[in-house]
């Protein structure tokens, strides 16, 4: 099945971002493994997890644990040579955003939920295991202040169910969604294309303890 | 009902003060809606998954989705003149505490637990949105460090507790409790009250490599 | 039962760790009771959300939940005299370590899993309290950064796993697990033992800005 072949490519090439983002914060090789599994897994734990969708794919598929696992343990051997891939990595990473989409959104549809239910589900199933390794590592989440990628998660899901309301076969809507997200993404890479910013400054004098004032 | 109406100003009010904090870390829009959600739904969400007490409000009631992400694009809108209704949000935000505490607390009644468990089930609805919003915004969640607010959600469940248990009517216990805690954050607001605060040290000399010593 | 006193002790050591975390970031009383509450029951929360296995331990015994708050307000109390009681209060989290580990592990034999996800969650149900509170702290999570411990936990799922296997009765291979799990965590304390850590630095030009390219 197609969709299980963009799953595992897509945890995969998460878990290995995940494992570089520990490697950046000189965690121990344990802490490697576990921020990869929580990159390449959370965002579907997480969407399972708020709608009750028991048991969880790792539970069942324990396999995808081990797959993740062994591919942080191959990013330490190969770290070397990561910086040469990275451009490799980020057309793996941008097929599995969509991928991740797309599976999110579909389970949401099959447990009867309407659009905007599902779309919420695609898009944490795509965004939430990069927000979840960035809080692990300390950081302010990177996926709100980049080039386009949660909102091209969302246009994603439009484009999913679109096709399907106008009869498309589920086949041909994974593949067409697939390629329009994914051609989506390069293209906002290639041109840097970031959404607008909302930028709120207190002009208080208390402006070293107002940071964050409720 | 009265419970609905606060609801909806609760969630409107706490999705504001959400795409305030992600204004200050100059997020993308996108960024803006998902802390706006995820402060107005987080609270009951954490206790909704805690609880096993599916489905989640949104996901049952998906238009508070879109109440929220419609508030946080207003937001956007009429920042510049925001911080001049900053009394109005403290106001609001207070009667949000109040609102989420009495729901949470009413929830897990409901669903037959006890005092302590809807004294818990009731501050985290009333906290813990405010809570993840501040962690996704990478700071030391403020709801401890300040004027008494946490406490006041406690106090209000207690209230609460008590009315129900001298057998007044549930309306009256709603009503009552609201200007109660209202009230209770009013006074803290304005007489700056704090929680006394723990402080402690560790006065190592590797006081470098020991701040979190398990 | 064996177990269930652990558990206390466990549970008792973990919300003291967490109340002195809070100490350290000056929280209030009532971040402190919060903190200590989520590192004492995180970790079996986060397990029984992840297996859908509901009530979780506090919903259904609320008495943890008192004693773990009387533990941060005891430890607010002593917390002068806390520094001499380092090395005793690393033999109890040793112990907690080992005594949560073996629980949640159980439980999710008990629940027809196989030997990968009970070793997820007894990892989890040791660690993970730890890494929450970290979280709400502010801080990168230190498990991954210091003298082995989420390793421990899952050598003593190993272990744990073989005496099964090979027929131990069940009480014996809780107490062989225990001991053996906690010699290992002294040892590595005393010795101050490592896993290897994994290092990785992009040599960008565009170093400040990224520290986490996705």
Sequence with gaps: MLLTIIYIIAITAEAMTGALSAGRRSMDWFGVMLIACVTALGGGSVRDVLLGHYPLTWVKHPEYLMLTCAAAFITILIA????????????????????????????????????????????????SG?????????????????????????????????????????????????????????????????MPKFIYQDDDSDSASSTDRH
Tied chains: 1, 2, 3.
């Excluded at 991740?100 to 199933?125: D, K, N, R």
């Design 80 to 127: 070397k040579w990561m910086r040469h891939l990275r451009n490799i990595f980020l057309l793996l990473d941008a097929l599995g955003l969509i991928g991740f989409t797309i599976i999110g959104c579909q389970i949401a549809l099959q447990m009867g939920h309407g659009f905007v239910v599902s779309a919420v589900a695609g898009v944490l199933t795509g965004v």
């Design 130 to 194: 990069g927000i979840i390794r960035d809080i692990l590592c300390n950081d302010v989440p990177l996926v709100f202040r980049r080039e386009l990628y949660a909102s091209i998660s969302f246009v994603s899901v439009i484009c999913y169910w679109i096709c399907l309301e106008i009869g498309m076969p589920l086949e041909l809507t994974v593949i067409f969604t697939l390629v329009f997200g994914f051609s989506l993404r390069c293209i906002a890479i290639y041109f840097g294309l970031e």
